[in-house]
């Protein structure tokens, strides 16, 4: 089993819809979780940490469910700008992320 | 401020040669990683270097990678006898500390391509 698993898409939107996207991983002594986006040919960016309380940041809102150890990010009302591949990043207590594959979103007009 | 520099930008190579892949991390970033992402696959963790501690090396796939970080700033990656399987991005990351809780900084990554 893959210590982070994604969907790997790709979502299919229109303009305005709202997306939500979910991460399991395996190892329950993770201790931060972390979305990054990343687009094509680029390199990854963060796009917000996840904390377990839950945070918001704009339209984008993330979760963290310990008891069941997935992770979920909420798009609102997308933009074609949001097109991108959503990554699911763990820190496992060893100084080390780790890495889904990633989340691909396509928003169309 | 300056960002994550990476260089060369690509690389292409024949297999069986050597090649060397620099990253200048921000200045004043203690932590250094490396990673690979291959075609349609998740970034793989390599190496880590953290201010004057010995790295983790746990990631490099081989014997024939190997890394280094100089005075604590620039990186340099080197994979010797190049193969097919090695042809990836690879893409670095500075941070400011243990990664717990740091946001890492990535640079634009070097496209090697072993022909």
Redesign the interface.
């Known amino acids: 089993r893959k210590e982070?698993e994604q969907d790997p898409g790709p979502f299919n939107v229109p303009e305005g819809a709202t997306v939500a996207f979910n991460c399991t991983y395996s190892n329950s002594a993770s201790?931060?979780f972390f979305w990054y986006r990343q687009d094509c040919r680029?390199?990854?960016?963060?796009l917000m940490?996840v904390y377990s309380s839950g945070n918001e940041d704009g339209r984008f809102t993330a979760q963290l469910n310990r008891a069941s150890q997935y992770i979920s990010l909420l798009i609102r009302d997308s933009k074609l700008s949001d097109s991108a591949t959503y990554?699911c990043v763990v820190?496992t207590?060893?100084?080390?992320?780790?890495?889904?594959?990633?989340t691909r979103l396509l928003v169309s007009p | 401020g300056a960002g994550v520099s990476q260089s060369p930008s690509n690389k292409v190579t024949e297999k069986g040669k050597d090649v060397e892949l620099r990253c200048d991390p921000i200045s004043g970033h203690t932590?250094l990683?490396w990673?690979r992402q291959s075609l349609?696959?998740?970034?793989e963790?390599l190496i880590?270097f953290?201010g004057n501690s010995a790295p983790?090396k746990s990631?490099l796939p081989s014997d024939r990678f190997s890394a280094e970080r100089t005075g604590g700033s620039v990186s340099t990656l080197t994979i010797q006898r190049t193969q097919q399987e090695d042809s990836a991005v690879y893409?670095c990351a500075s941070t400011t500390g243990?990664?717990?809780?740091n946001?890492?900084y990535?640079?634009?990554?070097t496209r090697l391509t072993v022909l």
């Open positions: 982070v201790q931060s680029k390199e990854p960016k963060l940490s990554l820190n207590g060893f100084q080390k992320l780790v890495f889904g594959t990633g | 932590a990683y990673y349609g696959q998740g970034l963790f880590y953290q983790d990631g893409l243990p990664s717990g809780g946001t890492q990535f640079g634009p990554g």
